[in-house]
């Protein structure tokens, strides 16, 4: 194995280590970015963006439609599920409606 150096060393491709490495590159700053996994995972880890990562995304340059997009419940709705697995027995859920005022058609 060959020894590599860097100024930054990112564990991790999720949201976090993905817009943490945008962020550096952006900023023209060293680093490498590690993840065990050979491909994405079929389920997710995070199941919530919250405000101030989407202002974040958006001064990266991404577009807020398409991470609105993203949503497979719809973007008037939120589901947190607690259950047994990803898989399993639900335990108990809770919905809600959400307005996104900050999407870029309106």
Sequence with gaps: ????????LIVGAGPTGLTASLLLSKLGIDHVLVEKRLSAQAAPA??????RTLEIFRQCGLSMDRIYGLDKHGSSSLVIRWGMGITGATIGQLTASV???DSESG
């Design 99 to 101: 307005t996104h005022h």
């Design 46 to 51: 995070a199941h919530v963006i919250n405000r």
């Design 1 to 8: 194995m060959n020894e590599q150096r860097t100024q930054v």
